[in-house]
């Protein structure tokens, strides 16, 4: 999967002021790629503790049997069976994985003077979504659905007791609309709007 330069720049006074007094360039330059580094892979470690902590994350990670503890079927079913997960599949682990990659930084000296630019290649939120596509309908991610909204809610039949025609075990779609509505809610949105805030 293709990674993204994010570009930080950064005041060499602030930053470093008491270490990088009397240094040259080179040093400096190290210092503020350790220190950048350091708080963009605690950034991402949040990020990833946020992932992992979200209600949808949590719900879907509890696999087919699990209640609609997002209450974003309106506490109906859940979002393992609804999505149409495979029993076994974990959705939620290719994410996961990326958000603990190590961080590469590359620092070199800014225009102006006292300034340096930092080069850090973290994954994208258009990256991250696209890592968790529905698996019966390419192109599509349930992860943006989460906040889009995912179809289908009104058709969903969830059954407690397994189903050999359901790819779960715990739903089949049926002709009856029920007239249920799916409630969509924030996710990967606002916790990668945090991780940017963060390394600014």
Sequence with gaps: M?????TVTIDQNKLVKELSKG???KVTSKLVETEVSKKVKDS??????????HPVTQEID?????????????????????????????????????????VYTKTRKGAKAGSYRVETNTPTQVQLEEMGQIPWASGLSWVRGIEKGISGLGQYLYKRRP???????????????????????NYLSNIYRRFRDRIK
């Design 2 to 6: 293709a990674r993204t330069k994010v």
């Design 23 to 25: 240094s040259n360039n």
């Design 44 to 53: 991402k470690e949040k990020m990833l503790a946020e992932f992992s902590n």
């Design 62 to 102: 509890s696999g087919p049997d699990a209640s609609n503890s997002s209450n974003t079927l309106g506490g109906y079913g859940n979002l393992y069976s609804f999505i149409g997960f495979s029993r076994g599949d974990q959705p939620t682990a290719n994410i996961k994985k990326e958000l603990s990659k190590r």
């Design 163 to 185: 189903s050999r025609v359901s790819r779960s075990g715990s739903a089949v779609q049926t002709k009856n609309n029920s007239g249920r509505r799916f409630s969509s809610t």
